[in-house]
């Protein structure tokens, strides 16, 4: 899998404040490219025809990278990859000349097809706060290039959001624009009204505070409606969860500790023919995608019953309602594709405490789901017991794939954080189903 995020992994190396960006390499580069204060660093995601082939790293003194010095890290790094696109679109140029090619490239060509007949489709956004977040979510929801769908706000905190003066203000045009409330906290329960209202055959789910990159919608869309084999549909699709910038150390952290985004190749998973050769799969969720991107069939979803209202963040688990879904899916025979050119971007927290709250709650909820998992399927427990020494492993141990890619200047305590969380898991989960058959009760009441 590829790294998301250059890393120095120098002992010496001092932290550099990163700017996150991406080009076409199907146009004309940046010359120079401007990065602004207090950047001095550029995490570049290289592109051609929307599809990225791979990140690049560059250094920017002053904060500005010139054309030719972005071209020769680009070709270095990503040459081959780039060229092998070309040939596969039936463009036999230099990728540096590409842009003065008028032939229609197949990779588009295919995606116009299937976006002919694009099945209807549901964006639900559930938030709390953050309301101007909110708005630079969904204007650059409003902008995606489909044909019309609908979107549902799904307001989490309706006393306090300002989310329903949000959508009162904007124009949704030709789309359906639709807030609705869940007073009662909890992104599983605010999904689940969402997943309720969803008129669309593809719901699509994506956090408030996240921005859309401009073809993320239609290459969800796409990965949704492209048979994988045999003629068969994927029951989920996932994106890349890419940072809008890394201006401070534990933003940068959070990358180097894994990040969100799972690499630039599509992967296709499922019970049988797309596995992996780790003992730990299908359960070690995370590598299918995470929460704050992606889609599901609409009717499968709730066949499955949505997501569990004892996980997510707003209950004592804090996190695992998506790692759950992911493997009812698969378990039940469905699949799952992951489509590295749906890109959203995600505004890392800043701080070091909110940093390693991140991670404990990441913990929490990767133990309550599968505490979860395990009580629901008696038999899928006793592979988790005989997979317990690999995932030990890869979790804790310092060259494993999941560790190798953190620099010298990474916290060599957070183990701990994650320790912590995940000896909280079975506990939060527990007391998350309590509170959520309490609150089945009451609503039974009234």
């Not at 996150?20 to 010359?31: G, I, Q, R, Y």
């Not at 560059?58 to 680009?74: E, N």
């Not at 549909?233 to 809008?244: E, R």
Request: hydrophobic share 45%; net charge neutral; aromatic share 6%.
């Amino acid at each position: 899998m590829d790294l998301p995020i250059p890393v120095d992994r120098r002992a010496d190396a001092p932290f550099v404040p990163t700017r996150v960006l991406s080009v076409e390499v199907t146009s004309a580069l940046p010359d120079p490219l401007v990065l602004g204060a207090p950047f001095g660093r550029a995490a570049v995601v290289v592109r051609a025809h929307s599809e990225p082939l791979g990140m690049v790293g560059i250094d920017a003194p002053g904060g500005l990278v010139t054309g030719t010095a972005l071209g020769s890290a680009i070709d270095a790094a990503l040459g081959d990859r780039i060229r092998a696109h070309l040939a596969a679109d039936g463009l036999a140029v230099d990728w540096r000349d590409a842009a003065e090619h008028e032939a229609s490239p197949r990779c588009l060509v295919a995606r116009a097809v299937v976006l002919r007949d694009s099945p209807s489709v549901s964006v639900v956004i559930p938030t709390i706060d953050r309301p101007e977040a909110l708005r630079r979510c969904l204007l650059a929801v409003l902008e995606q290039p489909l044909p019309a769908f609908e979107i549902v706000i799904v307001d989490n905190a309706p006393a306090a959001s300002g989310a329903r003066d949000v959508v009162a203000s904007l124009d949704p045009g030709d789309h359906v624009l639709r807030y609705e409330t869940e007073p009662v906290r909890g992104a599983s329960r605010a999904r689940n009204r969402g997943l309720r209202r969803a008129t669309g055959e593809i719901v699509v789910f994506l956090d408030g505070d996240a921005r859309p990159d401009a073809q993320w919608l239609p290459a969800l869309v796409t990965a949704m409606a492209t048979p994988i084999d045999g003629g068969r549909l994927p029951t989920c699709a996932t994106g890349a969860i890419l940072p809008d910038d890394l201006r401070t150390e534990p933003q940068a952290w959070l990358e180097e500790w894994g990040g969100f985004a799972k690499g630039f190749e599509r992967r296709v998973f499922d019970r049988s023919t797309h596995t992996t050769n780790s003992p730990l799969y299908p359960f070690a969720a995370g590598t299918f995608g995470s929460g704050a991107n992606m889609a599901f069939r609409t009717h499968e979803l709730r066949r499955l019953g949505g997501f569990d209202i004892a996980l997510g963040p707003g209950t004592p688990a804090r996190g695992g309602e998506d790692l759950a879904a992911f493997v009812e899916v698969i378990t039940s025979g469905g699949a799952i594709v992951y489509a590295p050119d749906a890109i959203v971007w995600h505004a890392h927290h800043e701080g070091e405490e909110r940093f390693r709250s991140t991670i404990r709650a990441y913990g929490t909820g990767l133990a309550a789901y599968i505490t979860r998992h395990a009580a629901r399927h008696p038999l899928d427990a006793v592979r988790m017991a005989f997979a317990m020494p690999a995932a030990a492993s890869y979790f804790f141990r310092s060259g494993s794939p999941r560790n190798i890619r953190r620099s010298a200047r990474f916290p060599p305590g957070l183990w701990k954080d994650e320790v912590a969380g995940l000896v909280a898991g079975p506990f939060a989960f527990a007391l998350g189903s309590i509170r959520a058959v309490r609150s089945g009760r009451s609503r039974g009441r009234r």
